[in-house]
């Protein structure tokens, strides 16, 4: 079955550093981009960033450039976000998504909560 | 950035109504968009990609329109299964740009 599979809940501490996955499943995850989307807490989606696997190439939405980094690791199909040093603004639903321009945001990962709080 | 306006907000509508909901573009993405429906708690669904090319599996009362900059979703008539939030996303440039959503509520 394809299907995208996120790491599970996470619960913070302001300060502190987070790195969430999604592992890509049943399918030649290079030949896709793979996105990256947060949702606040009963608000819509947000576009934060998209990665090539193949060559880490990324392109960050402006909103998130500088905020948090996105990478991969080819060998093992995953994709990665991470924050060096998470807010109580960055509790949110982290969503992955494939990406390709004849077949786009097909397959979503499940989601990832993070909740940073003192 | 590309700006995508999507109305309305919220709608009202009793299982069976004809549905509509729109989405304009900033500037002209071709026909580079999709609707998702998201349920509560749930990860987003594509429904339509290419503006009007129903995903697979889905019911046939989902149906898209539209290209250059104005876009909607319809369906035709709304099942129960159908009380969700909508949106639209277009991919025709970087940064890929989503509509605030459209909460589907029953009257």
């Known amino acids: 079955e394809v299907q995208l599979v996120q790491s599970g809940a996470e619960v913070k501490k302001p300060g502190e550093a987070l790195k969430i996955s999604c592992k890509g499943v049943g399918f030649s995850f290079t030949t896709y981009w793979i996105a990256w989307v947060r949702q606040m807490p009963g608000k819509g989606l947000e576009w934060m960033g998209i990665?090539?696997?193949?060559?880490?190439?990324?392109i960050y939405s402006p909103s998130f450039q500088g905020q948090v980094t996105i990478s991969a690791d080819k060998s093992i199909n995953t994709a990665y976000l991470q924050w060096s040093s998470l807010k109580a603004s960055d509790t949110a639903m982290y969503y992955c998504a494939r990406h390709v321009d004849l077949d786009p945001f097909d397959i979503w990962g499940q989601g990832t909560m993070v909740t940073v709080s003192s | 950035d590309i700006q995508m306006t999507q109305s309305p907000s919220s709608l009202s509508a009793s299982v069976g109504d004809r549905v509509t909901i729109t989405c304009r573009a900033s500037?002209?993405?071709?026909?580079?968009l999709g609707w998702y429906q998201q349920k509560s708690g749930k990860a987003p669904k594509r429904l339509i990609y290419?503006?009007?090319t129903l995903q697979s599996g889905v019911p046939s009362r989902f149906s898209g329109s539209g290209s250059g900059t104005e876009f909607t979703l319809t369906i035709s008539s709304l099942q129960p299964e159908d009380f969700a939030t909508y949106y639209c996303?277009?991919?025709?440039?970087?940064?890929?740009?989503f509509g605030q959503g459209t909460k589907v509520e029953i009257k």
């Open positions: 996303l277009q991919h025709y440039n970087y940064p890929q740009t």
């Open positions: 990665i090539y696997p193949t060559d880490s190439d990324i």
């Open positions: 500037q002209g993405i071709r026909d580079d």
């Open positions: 290419a503006a009007s």
